[in-house]
């Protein structure tokens, strides 16, 4: 059997990381699948065990520009698990409030990128548009577009005041008719649905077999959310549900994350009124974590991360163990793309969400036996581009 | 003195590669932002091109790491000359937070030579565009 | 808590201690040896989902902890295994759970420790580092020598 390489990578950048993926390939069929990272290793880890405890949530913040408060969220959990703090009620609020309003931005960040990837440019510059009201919430609580800064040990940086609630609110009204607008269109839109149903299926044994987390498992019928099992800030004093999915194919994946938004909203919305009604600090003084161990579990936009500190009584951790939600995630890839053609392994790869950040690729397609060039990275997306085009004639659409 | 030809119809048109080194990706986020309609900065007539041989300005973010620092080199001799590049975001321009971690190799100008840096963590758009507008400038 | 009372009565003294942080934290102490039992029961037998291991440089041994979440309840069962310092080397688990590849990968390449009977045990995050360096281990030096 003859064999064809198609390494997608280093420059990539589909991904959190500029990494590496080698497809093989007999024709147009992906037979395996291989995954090569560190590209982006930038050893946080080890930098963790050399800061104060209350510098960590800065460096830890970096960990990636799009979770950047679901990992202080999970390190503020293990630090007060360790030392068993119990954090004010509005402090509780406000990391719920920053938490689901940045769940809002990465999905909306997720379903624009997803549209591009199939040739969708509209749903691209839609989704994104949407997102920047949000960077704008963000930008008036916290005082940064990205990077916010909020969390810290035992408690909140800075308080939402009252007169930006009102703000905030009429800002989300706005969003849930916009949101529900697009859901609408990427929903019902029979092109999008004969790109992603049936595509890149995960079943329910691959799920437990790798551990995935977040909306890939709860799209695959995999009823678990860190947020509802493991109750922690005010996720268990508001009402709201979790979204699930049988199919485990790419559209669920896509439904899960654009019904997960309302939900969002709605947490946020219960949030704000509590807010208004609770006085109070936002935060108790931590001045010594004694020694032990501690777990923190929060379920980020992509699911759940999981932090593990020790401490031995000093001011700095020993060892802080790090594991973010698409590093199990990713390894699903070689249940899901097994079986696929090269068209659909783009769609498949970008529907784990993997932390990706830009549209340039830097992708060529070689002979496995002549190392000669066959096509690079913008043929892969034009591949993509034109079966989605090719879809659309069969269903009557017109070209413009 | 007369203008080089090459020069001047570069400045009309920046074609700009956007190249991430080890970020946490949130400066390659805000490039992206400046696509979208907000900032568009298509107006200005800047592309996002998909590979470096098409490019004229580098956008680099991130720390270049040990691993991908010969890679960096390799993308910046492929870019055809003149070009530039601009580092973006703390990482780029000093190494931030991750200057002490053993995987650094940059900040970037250590790698290839730099002709802007944009501080911030992450620069907003707006100083991105700001950014590159000081460059056309420097061409001049 | 009645799942740990399982499967301290399916291992009885193979479980050298069992320390509960709180209700949801619960810590195990075992022996290398009866790991791959352990967490055949745990992943297969109770349902738990594998989350990640740590390994852990104590400088007198090396510590791995295997993090297992029973989602239903919110409970996380951490494993506790200690290992050799100088010779460390311990069963892979990767027989049993698909997802534990690329966690032991890691773990070999920061932490140098090696797992017996794995798949593809390589380098894949840092190939430009010399042999031997490990930079999670306490007494490695803060870079590498280039």
Redesign the interface.
């Known amino acids: 059997m003859k064999k064809v390489i198609v390494p997608i990578g ?2 990539h ?1 589909l991904f ?3 990494e590496y993926f080698a497809l093989y390939c007999d024709g147009e069929r992906v037979v395996d699948i291989e ?13 963790s065990e ?1 800061k104060h405890w209350d510098q960590v949530t ?2 830890i913040e ?5 979770c ?1 408060t679901s990992h202080p969220i999970a390190y503020c959990n293990a630090v007060e ?1 360790l030392a ?1 703090i119990e954090i004010p009620e509005r402090a509780k609020y406000i990391r719920s409030i920053v938490g689901e309003l940045e769940r809002l931005h990465s999905h909306l ?1 997720w379903v624009g990128l997803a549209g591009h990837f199939l040739g969708y440019n509209t749903v ?2 839609w989704a ?2 949407y997102r ?1 009201p949000i960077l704008d919430i963000m930008e008036m609580v916290t005082g940064n ?3 916010y800064a909020m969390m810290k040990i035992g408690g909140v940086r800075r308080d939402i005041e009252n007169e930006d609630i009102d703000i905030i609110k009429k800002i989300l009204d706005e969003l849930k008719g916009k949101l529900e607008m697009l859901t609408g269109a990427v929903l019902d839109d029979p092109v999008l649905a004969a790109r992603l149903k049936g595509v890149g299926v995960l079943t329910k044994q691959d799920i ?5 987390v977040g909306p890939v498992a709860r799209a695959s019928g995999v009823d ?1 959310d860190v947020r509802r ?3 922690h800030a005010a996720y268990n004093l508001v009402e709201w549900k979790v979204i699930t999915c049988q199919d485990g194919d790419v559209f669920s994946k896509a439904v899960v994350r654009l019904l997960e938004c309302f939900e969002s909203i709605k947490i946020i919305e219960q949030s704000l009124v509590r807010l208004k009604k609770i006085k109070g600090d936002i935060a108790i003084e931590v001045r010594y974590i004694p020694s ?4 923190g ?1 929060y379920e980020a936009p992509r699911g ?1 991360c ?1 932090h ?1 500190v ?1 401490s031995d009584g000093t001011s700095r951790p ?2 802080h ?1 790090i ?1 973010a939600p698409s ?2 995630n990713i ?1 699903t890839f070689k249940a899901s793309c097994i079986g696929e053609t090269i068209a659909d392994v783009t769609i498949i790869l970008a529907g784990i969400d993997p ?8 992708i060529t397609v070689y002979d496995a036996d002549t190392r000669k060039k066959l096509f ?3 043929d892969l ?1 034009k591949l993509s581009q034109e079966k989605t085009r090719k879809i659309k004639k069969q269903l009557g659409f017109k070209e413009k | 003195m007369a203008i080089d030809l090459k020069t001047k119809a570069l400045k009309k048109s920046l074609f700009v ?17 400046c696509l ?3 900032f568009d900065i298509e107006r200005f007539g800047m592309v ?5 041989k098409h490019a004229d300005v580098l956008l680099v973010t ?2 270049g ?1 040990i ?2 620092a010969e ?1 960096i080199k390799k ?1 910046y001799e492929q870019m055809p000359k003149p070009g530039f590049v601009v580092a973006i975001g703390a990482c780029a321009c000093t190494g ?3 200057k ?5 190799a940059g900040p970037i100008d250590k790698i290839i030579p730099v002709d802007v840096y944009i501080p911030g ?2 620069p ?1 758009p707006e100083a991105m565009i700001a950014g590159i507008v000081k460059l056309l400038e420097k061409i001049k | 808590m009645e799942i740990i009372e399982q499967v301290k009565e399916k291992f009885k003294s193979k479980i050298k201690s069992v320390f509960f ?2 209700e ?2 619960v ?1 195990l102490e075992i022996d290398k040896e009866d790991l791959i039992d352990v967490v055949k029961f745990i992943f297969h037998d109770l349902d738990a ?4 291991a ?1 390994g ?1 440089d104590n400088l007198k041994d090396m510590e791995i ?1 295997y ?1 297992f979440s029973l ?4 409970i ?1 069962i ?1 494993l506790r295994v200690f290992i050799d310092r100088d010779n460390p080397c311990i069963e892979s688990i990767t027989s049993i ?3 534990a ?3 032991e990968r890691e773990m070999y390449e ?1 932490l140098g420790i090696k797992f017996l009977n794995h798949p593809g045990l390589k380098r ?4 430009e580092f010399p042999e031997g360096f490990y ?2 281990r306490k007494d490695s030096p803060g870079r590498a020598e280039q």
């Open positions: 280093p420059y950048s959190e990381e500029p995954w090569m990272a560190g590209y982006n290793h930038r050893g946080i880890e080890k930098l050399s800065f460096l970096r960990i990636c520009g799009i950047s698990d068993k960040l691209f510059m994104w548009k920047e577009r990205n990077h437990k077999d790798y551990g995935a678990i099992d493991n109750p032990g161990e501690g777990i579990r759940e999981y593990y020790r020993v060892r163990k594991r590093y199990v390894p932390c990706y950040c830009c549209t340039e690729r830097a690079d990275g913008k997306m | 590669f956007h190249l991430s080194t080890g970020s946490c990706n949130n400066c390659d986020i805000e490039i992206l932002d979208t309609p907000r996002l091109v998909g590979s470096v991130g720390i790491t691993k991908n890679r993308l931030g937070i991750f002490e971690g053993y995987q650094m963590c992450p907003k | 942080h709180n949801k934290r810590y989902r594998f989350i990640t740590s852990i902890l993090h989602d239903s309840d919110g996380v951490s759970v698909k997802g590849l690329n966690i920061l894949f995050l840092t190939d930079p999670l």
